[in-house]
């Protein structure tokens, strides 16, 4: 048994796991929370407060932290008493967290791959370039790391699992799909960090097709879904942290990421891209001062946790697989739809921070009482799925299967799920 859970990271998905957490701290022991920012801090423990999310009565506890500072960072974990560390702070911080973890032991936990601030879409497989060369480190250590447990990568990863294992002889292809069919209402918004965001889309696109990486630009190939709740979507081709380790641990030779864009997200981006304004690389201005772009355009737009009290809509998250069972052909969709507006009812939070916040916390859960407290360095395929998928179910995130015109949610019986779509068929 695990206890006591340093939160790293002040931004939406930190609020979102703050809350669950809290919402879980009968099993998880204290909170504490951490960031450059300790206002953020204060903040997420104000609305826990408000909005009266604590289980039992408990420590929750605010403190300052450069996160890129290892000695700091452990001595906090020390000091804390933190036996699990989350880490939604910056992508930026992965590595130096993750050090300060195998110092104390404390487990570690993390939603994205970790980047280096002077690069830009590194050789695949991404997770090789950082992170698994500390997997021999964190199995010597006894310390448990799981990587990428957020929803994609996270959930979409355990979709995976539960296809190949549960569903399939044979996978041969996985086609992630992440659709947010809601509104913010603002002129122009990203929802989550936008150096983040756009760092992602603005290099190579990197698929797995035919058992190799595959390069294409951004954009280049769309394609319209016929999806469950949100209807006929149009999303694009992109690359993605998960298909860096999926490809990796699964025996399955095609394995594509399709986010959806609108048509005036893409000629924001297109113009600010084609302005230099998305690099980042440092320029120096007429006055001699040094600027990074992307960190200016970051600057001035609204803070992804600010889009929460006017968001509208839902998300649509799956994994459309299809492979062989029994000799026969088949395909399934595995999905979560998630809601704008019950997001924020519920804590205060936009739907595409709770998808990724809800799964954090639950892997907390997990590892406090030793279902994934595994001792050593895991991407979530290398872990049993569903423990997570129906902890995660009663905790505001369902998972539902769909296959020639039945629908079944997983952990309940299957006549309390929803109707019947088709989901059109994917690009051979």
């Keep these: 048994m695990k206890r006591n859970v340093l939160i790293i990271g002040a931004g939406g998905v930190a609020h979102v ?22 206002g953020k801090c204060h903040a997420i ?57 195998l110092r104390t032991g404390a487990a570690y936990i993390d939603t994205a791959i970790h980047e280096d601030a002077d690069k830009i879409c590194e050789a695949p497989p991404w997770y090789a370039n950082h992170e698994w060369k500390r997997r021999e480190v964190c199995a010597a250590a006894g310390v448990t790391a799981v990587l990428g447990a957020g929803f994609d990568p996270g959930v979409v990863n355990a979709y995976a699992r539960l296809a ?6 044979r996978v041969d292809s996985i086609d992630i799909v992440d659709i947010n069919a809601g509104s913010h209402g603002r002129w122009f918004a990203t929802n989550f960090d936008p150096e983040v965001n756009f760092r992602e889309f603005t290099g190579q696109v990197w698929s797995w097709q035919g058992g190799q990486w595959t390069s294409s630009q951004m ?14 979507q149009t999303a694009y081709l ?21 986010m959806g864009f609108g048509e005036h997200y893409i000629n924001v981006f297109t113009v600010l891209k084609n302005l230099g304004l998305l690099s980042e690389q440092p320029v ?101 799925p569903r423990p997570w998928l129906d902890l995660m179910d009663g905790m505001g995130l369902s998972t539902h299967v769909r296959e020639n015109g039945w629908d079944e949610r997983i952990s309940v019986p299957a006549d309390a799920a929803e109707g019947t779509d088709s989901v059109e068929e994917v690009l051979e």
């Excluded at 190949?164 to 002889?169: H, K, L, P, T, V």
């Design 219 to 232: 954009f280049e190939y769309r394609k319209e879904w016929d999806l469950p709740v949100v209807g006929r």
């Design 284 to 384: 120096r201005t007429a006055e001699g001062q040094e600027v990074v772009p992307l960190k200016v355009v970051k600057a001035l737009l609204p803070d992804p946790a600010s889009l929460a009290p006017t968001y509208t809509g839902k998300t649509c998250i799956g994994n459309l697989v299809r492979g062989e069972k029994d000799g026969q052909p088949r395909e399934i969709f595995v999905y979560n739809v998630a809601d704008h507006e019950e997001s924020y009812r519920e804590i205060g939070s936009q739907a595409i921070s709770y998808t990724a916040g809800v799964p954090a916390a639950a892997a907390a859960i997990l590892i406090a009482e030793g279902t994934w407290d595994v001792q050593r360095m895991a991407n979530v395929e290398q872990l049993p």
């Design 164 to 169: 190949c294992d549960d569903y399939f002889d």
């Design 17 to 38: 796991v703050a809350h669950k957490c809290a919402q879980n701290n009968a099993r998880l022991g204290d909170i504490h929370i951490a960031s450059r920012t300790l």
């Design 238 to 258: 992109t690359g993605h942290d998960e298909l860096h380790s999926l490809s990796q641990h699964l025996d399955v030779p095609n394995i594509r990421f399709w």
């Design 45 to 101: 423990i104000e609305s826990i407060h408000t909005r009266a999310s604590l289980q039992a009565p408990g420590v929750l506890k605010a403190h300052t932290l450069d996160a890129m500072d290892i000695d700091a960072t452990e001595a906090l974990i020390r000091r804390t008493g933190s036996q699990i560390v989350i880490n939604v702070g910056s992508a930026f911080v992965n590595m130096s967290v993750l050090e300060a973890c």
